[in-house]
């Protein structure tokens, strides 16, 4: 046989996908199975090398240059390309500061505020870090604060706030303060809604917006029914509400993967009920709706109140550490496939 004159199907498939051969519904056929199988694609969990600390020490947490920081006084490294945690510089050069903030200026690690385990003190200073004596002055003494990185006309603005401060008017702690990388102003920008629970207030940014998700009491349940504001906002004092979809879910985690937010981990917290969620919810910022992820956080973790889970992202895939049911540090990587 002339092996000239034989058509192999692969011959076909080239001519069909390369030559056209007059037909234009190939290339159509083939967006719509990419697209299904985008929509098919799912947050999966893999577990990580586990902390070498306790809750207790766990009171900052970002990434900064490939890698993971976490810790209080003492702080501790993850390299994900290693699956390893080390001990690294302090993150404090002083005392220790117990629900401290940190954020990225600049490619320039902040840690700060809190207060002291010892006489309860609000912190008012924040440091550059690795940890030097250099002190920059946050306007008030304050915990719990969030923090986020934005552009302002071209330049990187930080903004912190929305913490237990203690000049705060009407105990609503609603200030927020910006930094240009030298100093904070003392005029600060406001969260447009009371906040009652601000040791639960979280935050993530995409395409230079900030997405804030805090607590608001209705009152009943013995104080202990709470649930959810969520805004965005954008430079330089911008705020939109926009829906959300659990309720009575505080101490949240939140983070942001390929365009889309993340947030889950919550607890209910009325009485007799007391329980942690193990659901994500993930929310699309250009459709502005919300969908419940098909899988859920693989480990039952530890049900007690006040227990705040913290999350870092690097390359597209966040690390969440948390407590399990004995209460141990526990590290997952999550991601998008």
């Given at each position: 046989m002339n092996n000239n004159k034989i058509i192999t199907l692969s011959s076909i498939i080239y001519m069909l996908l390369y030559t056209g051969c007059g037909c234009q519904q190939t290339p159509i056929r083939i967006e719509k199975i990419q697209n299904q199988s985008l929509q098919e694609k799912k947050l999966c969990f893999t577990k990580k090398a586990d902390p070498p600390f306790s809750l207790q020490n766990l009171d900052v947490c970002f990434a900064l240059k490939g890698k993971g920081y976490a810790g209080n006084d003492q702080g501790w490294a993850y390299d994900p390309t290693q699956n390893t945690w080390q001990q690294t510089t302090k993150l404090f050069p002083y005392a220790d500061h117990k629900q401290a903030v940190a954020f990225?200026?600049?490619?320039?690690?902040?840690?700060?505020?809190?207060?002291?385990?010892?006489?309860?003190?609000?912190?008012?200073?924040?440091?550059?870090?690795?940890?030097?004596?250099?002190?920059?002055?946050?306007?008030?003494?304050?915990?719990?604060?969030?923090?986020?990185?934005?552009?302002?006309?071209?330049?990187?603005?930080?903004?912190?706030?929305?913490?237990?401060?203690?000049?705060?008017?009407?105990?609503?702690?609603?200030?927020?303060?910006?930094?240009?990388?030298?100093?904070?102003?003392?005029?600060?920008?406001?969260?447009?809604?009371?906040?009652?629970?601000?040791?639960?207030?979280?935050?993530?940014?995409?395409?230079?917006?900030?997405?804030?998700?805090?607590?608001?009491?209705?009152?009943?349940?013995?104080?202990?029914?709470?649930?959810?504001?969520?805004?965005?906002?954008?430079?330089?004092?911008?705020?939109?509400?926009?829906?959300?979809?659990?309720?009575?879910?505080?101490?949240?985690?939140m983070f942001a993967l390929q365009g889309k937010i993340y947030v889950g981990l919550g607890s209910n917290t009325i009485p007799g009920q007391e329980a942690y969620h193990n659901t994500f919810h993930v929310y699309d910022p250009k459709t502005a709706q919300w969908e419940t992820c098909k899988n859920e956080f693989p480990t039952k973790r530890k049900v007690t109140m006040n227990t705040h889970t913290k999350t870092f992202t690097i390359q597209d895939k966040a690390y969440i550490i948390c407590e399990d049911s004995q209460g141990k540090l526990i590290c997952y990587e999550a991601r998008i496939q």
């Open positions: 990225i200026h600049q490619g320039t690690a902040y840690v700060g505020t809190g207060w002291n385990n010892g006489n309860r003190l609000r912190h008012n200073n924040i440091y550059p870090f690795p940890s030097s004596s250099k002190t920059i002055s946050y306007p008030d003494q304050t915990a719990y604060c969030i923090a986020f990185t934005l552009k302002e006309n071209g330049k990187e603005i930080s903004y912190v706030g929305i913490g237990r401060h203690e000049k705060s008017k009407n105990g609503k702690y609603k200030e927020i303060y910006k930094f240009d990388g030298k100093k904070f102003d003392n005029q600060p920008i406001y969260y447009p809604e009371d906040i009652h629970l601000v040791d639960n207030s979280c935050v993530c940014t995409i395409n230079n917006t900030a997405y804030i998700m805090t607590n608001k009491d209705l009152g009943t349940n013995n104080t202990t029914d709470y649930v959810q504001d969520f805004y965005a906002f954008t430079p330089p004092n911008n705020w939109k509400k926009l829906s959300f979809k659990e309720q009575n879910a505080i101490y949240s985690t």
